[in-house]
Nanobody, 120 residues
């Protein structure tokens, strides 16, 4: 099993910044793509940004130029969020495609989420 733990959420004023972290642990043979998703009240979960094991990134149009996704090794991932807007308010979830042994299929794993609130 793979566990994902997010941290770094909180309350920030419009125009402010936050940095989210995601740490993977457990029985990990390898991790492929990792990503950040968010879910606002009454809305479906949506993609924020993803990063491949090779460092290729994809962003939602709504966060391009403001958010930066990064990985410092195979297990740690970050989301630098600048110029935050009230519409960025949501629970942010870490996602990873991982397998526990070389014989396993790739599986999707999710963290428990961290709340980001942008308000004055």
């Amino acid at each position: 099993q793979v566990q994902l733990v997010e941290s770094g959420g909180g309350l920030v004023q419009p125009g402010g910044s936050l940095r989210l972290s995601c740490v993977a642990s457990g029985s990990i043979f390898s991790i492929n793509t990792m990503g950040w998703y968010r879910q606002a009240p009454g809305k479906q979960r949506e993609l924020v940004a993803i990063i491949s094991s090779g460092g290729i990134t994809v962003y939602a149009d709504s966060v391009k130029g403001r958010f930066t996704i990064s990985r410092d090794n195979a297990k740690n991932m970050y989301l630098q969020m600048n110029n935050l807007k009230p519409e960025d308010t949501a629970v942010y979830y870490c996602n990873a495609q991982a397998r526990s042994t070389q014989w396993d299929n790739w599986r999707d794993y999710w963290g428990q989420g961290t709340q980001v609130t942008v308000s004055s």
